[in-house]
């Protein structure tokens, strides 16, 4: 009896094919680092052939040789430690004071009537006319800084949250009910669900006004973090270490920016699925 192997039988497997929405985000990512890839290129352009004046406009290469010197120095990955937990602290201040604040506006015609003046009130005061204020209750310790990025947070939080309740469709209320949905089950899987894209808007906005107003406390009164590294540039005229806290500041809130857009696609993919499939 003869031996025979048989080889197993290779079954052509089909590869995926792309979605639509896939091929159109690899689409605008590409076009988005040809942006800024033509951005950067007409700066070293710029700076290298001497159109623009070095000292005010530093190359895109000054200001990767300072940020090297400052990261092995210490000192950027210190003051990026600082300012990110004066920032992140200040932001969940603000978010666990604004949201439950802003679900009792938007679910209570009588909360909002009593507490919604107050806010329109409070809102238009910048939050920089607030840090002489917060020097003086607080001193100039971290407890201000908190406290001024907070206040700077707070109102894009709970004004959007506010806005997200207001948009619930009635509709969607009334079959819950018909269903048979419980008033907790209607606030969970209705209500919230259909205001939790505003709230991630407002936590968009309020993260992005928490770095706005971390720079304005750190130039004022502080001794570490970007702020301070910028306003020590300036003092030296060191515009390399101006932009280099610049430009890190932009990339940490680029970064927060799209982890608090992961956490709402994580959270509404049927949401996001169904607008991709408008927009094929």
């Not at 610049?246 to 994580?266: E, V």
């Amino acid at each position: 009896m003869s031996a025979e192997t048989t080889a197993p039988v290779a079954q052509a497997v089909p590869k995926p094919q792309r979605t639509p929405a896939a091929r159109r985000g690899r689409r605008e990512r590409t076009i988005g680092l040809v942006s800024v890839s033509t951005v950067v290129v007409t700066w070293w352009f710029a700076a290298h052939f001497q159109l623009v004046n070095t000292l005010l406009l530093p190359g895109p290469g000054e200001i990767v040789a300072g940020a090297v010197g400052l990261t092995l120095s210490g000192l950027l990955p210190s003051y990026i430690a600082v300012s990110m937990g004066r920032v992140l602290i200040g932001f969940c201040i603000a978010f666990a004071v604004a949201l439950p604040l802003g679900t009792l506006i938007g679910m209570s015609s009588a909360v909002r009537a009593a507490v919604n003046p107050l806010v329109e009130l409070v809102r238009p005061i910048p939050p920089i006319a607030m840090i002489p204020l917060a020097m003086l209750w607080l001193g100039i310790d971290e407890a201000s800084k908190y406290s001024i990025i907070a206040y700077g947070a707070f109102f894009p939080i709970v004004l959007s949250t506010v806005a997200g309740y207001a948009a619930v469709d009635p509709i969607h209320i009334r079959a819950a009910r018909t269903l048979g949905a419980s008033r907790w089950q209607i606030f969970r899987y209705v209500i919230l669900m259909s205001a939790f894209p505003n709230i991630i808007v407002g936590a968009r906005l309020g993260m992005g006004m928490a770095f706005i107003v971390l720079v304005a406390s750190e130039l004022i009164a502080a001794s570490s973090g970007l702020g301070f590294l910028i306003m020590d540039a300036r003092s030296q005229f060191r515009t390399d270490w101006l932009f280099v806290g610049m430009i890190t500041m932009g990339l940490l809130g680029f970064l927060l920016n799209h982890g608090l857009m992961a956490i709402q696609r994580r959270v509404l993919r049927w949401q996001i699925g169904s607008e991709q499939e408008l927009r094929v």
